[in-house]
Nanobody
């Protein structure tokens, strides 16, 4: 069974940067869409970004376009989220997730229930 472990969260000032990492453990997998979601207290879990297995397709929610970049290392099956120009509104617990399907992104991959495995989350706090 796949386990995902996130790291890289922390506290930064507005305008700063963080890079989140999500590594697989337990067993490896070779085909997946990888996604990042976030959830702030009292709010619904929100899609942030996703990447296809091939890496040729990357997708973002409108609020992070131009600021966040998702990437993947095929050899080690980690996924990264580079977050620049952070805003206080980005404060949330960030989760990585794996969809062990075709590996091809579709609009359905904006929905959390399309993913098979989830990490424990890492806290990102952006101060004013």
């Amino acid at each position: 069974q796949v386990q995902l472990v996130e790291s890289g969260g922390g506290v930064v000032q507005a305008g700063g940067s963080l890079r989140l990492s999500c590594a697989a453990s337990g067993r490896t997998f070779s085909s997946s869409v990888m996604g990042w979601f976030r959830q702030a207290p009292g709010k619904e879990r929100e899609f942030v970004a996703a990447i296809s297995w091939s890496g040729s397709g990357t997708y973002y929610t409108d609020s992070v376009k131009g600021r966040f970049t998702i990437s993947r290392d095929n050899a080690k099956t980690p996924v990264y989220l580079q977050m620049n120009s952070l805003k206080p509104e980005d404060t949330a617990v960030y989760y990585c997730a794996a969809d062990l399907g075709s590996g091809r992104y579709s609009s359905r991959n904006r929905a959390s229930d399309m993913y098979d495995y989830w990490g424990q989350g890492t806290q990102v706090t952006v101060s004013s």
